[in-house]
T-cell receptor, first 112, second 111 residues
Framework: GDSVTQMEGPVTLSEEAFLTINCTYT??????LFWYVQYPGEGLQLLLK?????DKGSNKGFEATYRKETTSFHLEKGSVQVSDSAVYFC???????????FGTGTRLQVFP | NAGVTQTPKFRILKIGQSMTLQCTQD?????MYWYRQDPGMGLKLIYY???????DKGEVPNGYNVSRSTTEDFPLRLELAAPSQTSVYFC??????????FGDGTRLSIL
């Protein structure tokens, strides 16, 4: 079945460092891909999405490009802030039912 | 516009007790979902519904039941609470090609 694999955390960075969180997927169809963010004590919020190959999703300085050839959707940010500390989930959606399949999440900790 | 509302936010149950986690959305979304999030893990789909009167099992449905009598409401029922059901539960909804909207979660502990 479809699945999502993302790098284990925690990822610990200093403020203004470059961030990459890897995400790869397996899917039989043509899923949409998402990054969700979960701040402490809160629910999940959509960070960005891409619906087809070579699409780039971006929001709040974060970017991810839908790479069909490598089945990847890596999350990047050029300069992280302390306020970016959260858990980040990569996910794909089933074509027919919009069911989301999540990765296990990657905790990001940014220190001043 | 409240979005997806879950109640309660926190609950402690004894083993064998039952309870219903409430979820309601005011966006007229057809699709609704229940997930559980265990510590250090991603979200696992429990049940989902594609419209009023229609429900289907997700990845981890055992020990749970759902109903969807209206478009707005999608309650999740635990009949005989077990320690393995200690988790954070999230409800979500979606319509069309939009991303899923999540509630703030219900933190459930079973002792």
């Amino acid at each position: 079945g479809d699945s999502v694999t993302q790098m284990e955390g925690p990822v610990t960075l200093s403020e203004e460092a470059f961030l990459t969180i890897n995400c790869t997927y397996t899917a039989t169809g043509y899923p949409s891909l998402f990054w969700y963010v979960q701040y402490p004590g809160e629910g999940l919020q959509l960070l960005l999405k891409a619906t087809k190959a070579d699409d780039k999703g971006s929001n709040k300085g974060f970017e991810a490009t839908y790479r069909k050839e490598t089945t990847s959707f890596h999350l990047e940010k050029g300069s992280v802030q302390v306020s970016d500390s959260a858990v980040y989930f990569c996910a794909l959606s089933d074509d027919n039912t919009d069911k989301l399949i999540f990765g296990t999440g990657t905790r990001l900790q940014v220190f001043p | 516009n409240a979005g997806v509302t879950q109640t309660p936010k926190f609950r402690i149950l004894k083993i064998g007790q039952s309870m219903t986690l409430q979820c309601t959305q005011d966006m007229n979304h057809n699709y609704m979902y229940w997930y559980r999030q265990d510590p250090g893990m991603g979200l696992k789909l429990i049940y989902y519904s594609v419209g009023a009167g229609i429900t289907d099992k997700g990845e981890v449905p055992n020990g749970y039941n759902v109903s969807r009598s209206t478009t707005e409401d999608f309650p999740l029922r635990l009949e005989l609470a077990a320690p393995s059901q200690t988790s954070v539960y999230f409800c979500a909804s979606v319509s069309g090609n939009q991303p899923q909207h999540f509630g703030d979660g219900t933190r459930l502990s079973i002792l």
